[in-house]
């Protein structure tokens, strides 16, 4: 890995190239998953970097959706986990503490791959397995329907068992595969214009390491908050009102940096 200083102004951005370039060494990351990642970093550039208003509502319906589902899954990709194994580890162990509280089943985690082979499934599997989840998508034993066989593949007792399905960084057509089997879609999506934040019932347009602890952060408050609140959040939820206002927020910013 290139040594980044830890002063350099943009480090947290280099350090996720460096996660990515060494995820690829690894053969955890696809090589399009880099190609991805760079239409990724443009849009946040765009953005500011920052978590926008309307990200954090998104981030706010998400938890509250998460913990209302009856079973929820999380679907990790190469880019997932070698950009945030840890945070989605730490986001899983909330929610299902608090599940647990609230008399649910826990969620569950599954390796569930685009360009998928067995070798990277394995090793994702693996990483999982190195910060305490065991993630499925060893043994496939379903498939989402409307897919072509490698990237259809998924597990009995996890994607295809749930009916909220936290998908980051997904690519629109199985967004659409997803939602059409009847499943509750969220994506993180720092693209508010791709057919998968427009497809997903929750999008979340924000970088995934930095909204993950936010959802956590958000699990905990709204577990707090109780049944209610959590019914009246996920009620209140409109996607399309949502990314209209993330299209807002980016043109208002850039008129403001225009001007
Ligand atoms: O590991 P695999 O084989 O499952 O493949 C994973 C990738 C990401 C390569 C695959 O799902 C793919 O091709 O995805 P797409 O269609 O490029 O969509 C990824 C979306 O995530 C794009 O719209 C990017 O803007 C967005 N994105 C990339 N990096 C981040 C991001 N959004 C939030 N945080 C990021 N760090």
């Not at 980051?168 to 009847?182: I, V």
């Not at 709204?222 to 206002?245: F, M, R, S, Y």
Request: glycine share 6%.
């Amino acid at each position: 890995m290139t040594e980044i200083p830890p002063d350099h102004p943009r480090y947290a951005s280099l350090m996720a190239r460096e996660r990515l370039v060494e995820g690829l060494r690894k053969g955890w990351v696809a090589e399009a998953g880099l190609t991805a990642h760079g239409r990724g970093e443009a849009f946040d550039y765009l953005l500011g970097e920052t978590t926008t208003p309307p990200a954090q509502e998104a981030i706010r319906a998400a938890a509250a959706l998460l913990l209302k589902a009856e079973r929820p899954a999380f679907s990790l990709n190469g880019n997932v986990v070698a950009l945030a194994r840890q945070e989605m580890a730490d986001l899983l162990r909330v929610l299902n503490r608090e599940r647990l509280k609230l008399g649910k089943l826990e969620a569950k985690a599954e390796v569930c791959l685009f360009h998928r082979t067995e070798a990277r499934i394995d090793k994702l599997v693996l990483a999982m397995a190195e910060v305490e989840v065991p993630a499925l998508g060893r043994n496939p034993d379903a498939t989402i329907p409307g897919l072509n066989h490698a990237r259809a593949l998924c597990d009995s007792r996890g994607i295809e068992a749930a009916d909220v399905i936290l998908v980051p960084l997904e690519d629109g057509d199985r967004a659409l595969a997803l939602r059409e089997m009847g499943k509750q879609v969220i994506t993180i999506d720092l693209n508010s214009l791709s057919r998968t934040a427009k497809t997903a019932h929750i999008t979340i347009v924000d970088e995934l390491t930095r909204c993950v602890p936010k959802i956590k952060e958000e699990v905990k408050e709204l577990a707090k908050e109780g049944d209610k609140t959590i019914e009246k959040v996920v009620d209140g939820w409109d996607n399309e009102k949502n990314l209209k206002a993330v299209i807002d927020f980016l043109t208002s910013r850039l008129k403001a940096l225009s001007s």
